[in-house]
């Protein structure tokens, strides 16, 4: 038991990253960008092809793939979701598109593994040797420490920016009403922008630690975390980012739970079943309250 | 003015994007063509698409379009040239479910080569047998998939055949006392864990433990855990090429010890480019013993497979997978099929009883006898050399 909890927070911290992605967007636009769960596998094979097959390293490779994927993110918002918003169309036509992306975007990856790797996944080597520590009769390795770690200092860096910086600041207030935000000098159209990119971004970090720590990569890594991204984001909060990272580590916990103690087959109806049980108790999440859009 | 223009390139660029790579494949699933007087297409269903498609969909491909040139070489099938029309069902029982009333609605088409999974098998069958349509699956290997239906024809060898087998390896060459056994919630690895555990039972080996999983799982931390925590002698993994190679992985990383067994479905490249490292003390029971071994280029006992390997380097200037072998057993259907064809021609019912009548077809993988399994003419037990990177034959069982 204590040790499907261990194995549950790991794969948490990898949700949680994808949760936030879906709540920073969510805050800002009160959309969903449908195509996180794309991104993260675009932004895994980019960090594989980049770390490994050039050689370059996890770091730049990790570099390489954030970048590029919030320039996805950004076009994205340039092209599918600014110009509704200009235009004050109702988000679904956005969430649409999103959706569409998503499925171009998988069809993408599953084309250039198919035709660069003759072969279904990839391998995604750790870039340190894999150690395990026990400490009674639980086991964990020192990638799981890795995992978690790097997912709770992003977390902090980002808890960091949003409060105490100038640019957090700038976001908090275009979250809670961009009229204002306008009005108190902020730019929300750089803002917004600059949300897209940080959640595509985040959705990159999220792949490449999925595939260093499953160690491999394929052009269906992020399908199914993408959804439960986005049912944690929905646990934790519709647009409360430490919503998002809570509902993550729940929705974790209890696929580890029932995958260990009842059966694999039971991993994905307990997501859906407490998505369920949350709509029912309370349809704004665990830490959702009156600041929904 | 100047966001309209970069909203309209990028739109312009998706268009493009979607374009390319919609059409960048020639041989991507594609309409078949209105048959000429001149032609006889086949239609093969296959995962083109998908998890399946860079191995099983990518040999398959290799396998059925080498024969079907080297047949076109010889002067065709009664003078017309053959044509496979590819349908993608990406190994998924709902495709195929689909694909099999379109291919049973054209009238030209007097047999098909399909699916790769059994469960695409069970799901299409209904449908072959309505219209009086052969069915022949060059992979597909549920013990029960020709007993199901009479137009059910297979070339692999019954998952009866593997499952025992794999239970010879653990009892027999392992000797093992205790074995825990992970699968795939599936047709094929349900049936091949039935004989498996039959085989175990029969030889006083106890399975301690038994954990699922679903087809694209990634993480098998959870079901590992209750498994290593059984502490078996070995642990049988029967899945498919990725969960094998992942479980391989996660299960050495959680510092198991113990011997592990593969399935033969997951004796593929891949497997050993992810996990080879972790493939130490790790065996596999397979169809072909010195069929592997001939297929891997070792030996030309066999004519029929050395024309087949030779054939093979030619076309596509590589060896031709040797141990999972859905390249040579879409070959060897496609072979089979012109036989019957060349005397009976593209007529469904004729190709039918011209199937079930065929006996000691020299194939690749063995003698196709009728409608039933292939006869594998040797098993072999084969042990992954880590330092060669190959899998080793320690066993030949006649």
Not at chain 2, 13 to 30: H, M, N, P, R
Request: glycine share 10%.
């Amino acid at each position: 038991m204590v040790q499907h909890i261990v194995n549950g927070l790991t794969l948490g911290s990898v949700y949680a990253l994808i949760a936030t992605g879906y709540s920073l967007v969510f805050s800002m636009v009160g959309m969903i960008n449908l195509a996180f769960g794309a991104v993260l596998t675009i932004g895994a094979l980019l960090a594989l092809q980049i770390a490994v097959e050039y050689g370059m390293g996890i770091g730049l490779g990790l570099l390489g793939a954030m970048l590029a994927c919030g320039l996805l993110g950004w076009l994205t918002d340039q092209s599918a979701v600014e110009p509704l918003r200009r235009q004050r169309l109702p988000m679904y036509f956005a969430l649409l598109s999103t959706f569409g992306l998503n499925m171009v975007l998988q069809n993408i990856a599953e084309n250039v593994s198919l035709r660069s790797w003759q072969a279904e996944f990839k391998p995604f080597p750790a870039p340190f040797d894999i150690t395990e520590i026990t400490i009674g009769s639980i086991r964990f390795s020192n990638l799981d420490l890795a995992v978690i770690g790097t997912v709770a200092v992003t977390m902090v860096a980002l808890h960091f920016y949003m409060t105490r910086t100038w640019g957090g600041r700038a976001v908090t207030m275009t979250a809670s009403d961009s009229e204002v935000a306008e009005v108190m000098g902020v730019n929300t159209r750089w803002v917004i922008a600059f949300i897209f990119f940080a959640s595509c971004a985040l959705a990159a970090l999220a792949g490449t630690m999925m595939g260093i720590y499953y160690g491999s990569v394929s052009s269906s890594l992020g399908s199914s975390p993408g959804m439960k991204g986005f049912i944690a984001s929905l646990i934790g909060g519709r647009g409360q980012i430490a919503g998002a990272v809570l509902g993550a580590l729940i929705l974790g916990l209890m696929e580890s739970l029932a995958a260990g103690l009842i059966g694999s087959g039971y991993r994905d109806l307990v997501a859906f079943l407490a998505l369920i049980a949350m709509f029912l108790v309370k349809p704004t999440g665990i830490l959702g309250g009156a600041q929904t859009r | 003015m100047i966001r309209k223009i970069i909203s309209l390139v990028v739109l312009v660029a998706w268009v493009l994007v979607i374009s390319i790579y919609s059409t960048w494949d020639g041989e991507a699933a594609s309409e078949a063509k209105a048959a000429t007087a001149a032609e006889i297409h086949i239609p093969v269903i296959a995962p083109l698409s998908g998890p399946l498609a860079s191995s099983a969909g990518r040999e398959a491909r290799e396998g059925a379009n080498l024969a079907v040139k080297l047949i076109n070489d010889k002067g065709g099938v009664q003078g017309k040239i053959l044509i496979l029309d590819w349908f993608d069902d990406r190994g998924e029982a709902s495709e195929a479910a689909v694909l099999a009333q379109k291919v049973a609605d054209d009238k030209n088409y007097g047999v098909v080569v399909a699916h790769f999974s059994s469960d695409a098998c069970f799901a299409a069958m209904p449908t072959y047998e309505k219209a009086g349509m052969a069915m022949v699956t060059p992979w597909a290997s549920h013990a029960e998939l020709t007993q199901r239906s009479p137009i059910s024809f297979r070339m692999s060898a019954s998952t009866a055949i593997y499952g025992r087998l794999n239970g010879d390896v653990i009892a027999g060459t392992l000797k093992a006392k205790k074995a825990a056994i992970i699968l795939a919630n599936a047709e094929y690895h349900k049936d091949h864990t039935k004989y498996l555990k039959e085989r175990l039972a029969a030889k006083g080996v106890q399975v301690v433990r038994e954990e699922t999983y679903m087809i694209g799982d990634s993480d098998f931390r959870p079901q590992l855990t209750n498994v290593v925590n059984s502490q078996p002698d070995v642990i049988a993994i029967v899945g498919y090429p990725k969960e094998t190679a992942l479980i391989i992985n996660q299960a050495r990383d959680m510092k198991y010890k113990g011997s592990l067994t593969i399935a033969p479905a997951a004796a593929t490249p891949e497997v050993i480019n992810l996990s080879a490292k972790n493939m130490t003390d790790t065996y596999m029971g397979a169809g072909g013993g010195t069929y592997t071994e001939v297929l891997m280029g070792k030996s030309a006992a066999n004519k029929t497979v050395a024309d087949y390997i030779q054939a093979f380097r030619s076309e596509y200037k590589k060896e031709p997978p040797a141990s999972a072998g859905w390249a040579s057993q879409a070959y060897d259907v496609i072979r089979v099929i012109a036989v019957v064809m060349q005397k009976v021609g593209n007529d469904r019912k004729g190709v039918l009883e011209g199937l079930k009548a065929t006996k000691n077809f020299e194939a690749v993988n063995g003698r196709l006898f009728g409608a039933d399994r292939a006869q594998i003419p040797e098993l072999g037990i084969s042990k992954f050399d880590t330092t060669s990177r190959q899998w080793v034959t320690i066993e030949t069982i006649k």
